[in-house]
DNA sequence: AATGCTATCAACCGCACAGGT
DNA sequence: CACCTGTGCGGTTGATAGCAT
């Protein structure tokens, strides 16, 4: 048997709030608090909407100390650092910014602040992307690489941050060097190996499988990264390196 | 002016967890 | 200890405003 919903659907109200339902909710709280219960808060409230509707409502509009409008530069520091830090944990974010929902900075990350760190050239590594990448190499693999020692070992270097002389004049971060992600077992069965940021902050990563071509003139992109590799299903350093590095020049440093 | 596309954000959904019984 | 219920959270969706063609 499944848990029972939480409301009766078809007899609740969906959608977009009204200025009168908005009015009914303030007052009731303002009067009554919520009295520990969202669920039998609406029927005392005369509102025809689920509790967890009203929760939302209240939580995220109607609190009296809720700040709406665009985000500073302070707080974009402090969503950033703390997206790196713990990744996507919203409500945590948003107990550091005062009258921040979860769903404001959720949104604000996702339609504004992340494009505007992509666009300067930054790189963003969560905990949440490390996650990923270590699913990924949980998968099955179709066909395990070849493990015949190679003829030659290319050796591609993945510039993971930019140096600041190219990033947006009004970019308002730092560059810090992030740790890598944390690798399996698996990976270093292959015959791939990722070295660690090195002092000019790139990630070199080197490969056994003669299967790679590059050319040797700088500036390699995706598109040539796609061979890499097949056997991992990864497609690109993007997907490699946790997902989030959509901008940089990847040099082969082999000829 | 009409149409299509994109960005934004409010709201919903489903799951996990905590606390009560 | 198992079950039930309410709450909180993160991911996703859908409406619509604004922009581009």
Redesign the pocket.
């Known amino acids: ?6 409301c009766d ?1 078809a007899n ?6 009204s200025p009168e339902e ?1 009015a009914a909710l303030r007052s009731y709280v303002e009067r009554h608090g ?8 609406p029927q005392k409230a005369g509102l025809k ?5 009203c ?3 209240w ?3 109607l609190r009296p100390d809720i700040k ?3 985000f500073t530069e302070e707080e974009d520091k402090i969503i950033f650092s703390l997206y790196k830090t ?10 550091h910014l005062a009258g921040r ?4 900075v ?3 990350w ?3 602040l992340m ?1 505007k760190i992509m666009a300067a050239g930054e790189t963003i590594n969560s905990p ?1 992307a490390n996650s990923q990448i270590t699913n990924k190499f949980h998968h099955p693999s179709p066909s395990p690489p070849a493990t015949s020692p190679p003829d030659q070992i290319p050796v591609m270097k993945a510039e993971a941050f930019l140096p600041p002389a190219t990033l947006d004049s009004n970019f308002p971060y730092s560059l810090e060097p992030y740790p890598l992600p944390q690798l399996p077992a698996e990976f270093a069965a292959t015959g791939y190996s990722l070295s660690p940021p090195s002092d000019d902050l790139s990630v070199s990563f080197s490969a056994s499988s003669s299967s790679i071509t590059m050319d040797d003139s700088e500036g390699a992109y995706f598109n040539q990264a796609a061979a890499f590799f097949p056997d991992l299903g990864f497609s690109s350093w993007t997907e490699l390196l946790g997902g989030f590095i959509t901008s940089g020049v990847y040099q082969n440093l082999y000829s």
């Open positions: 048997m499944g848990r029972a919903p939480c659907k609740v109200k969906r959608g977009p709030w908005d919520t009295g520990g219960n969202w669920i039998s808060l909407r689920c509790g967890k509707s929760r939302l409502r939580l995220n509009y709406h409008g665009g713990i990744g996507s944990r919203w409500s945590v974010i948003a107990s929902t979860d769903n404001d959720k949104n604000y996702n339609t504004k494009k949440a």
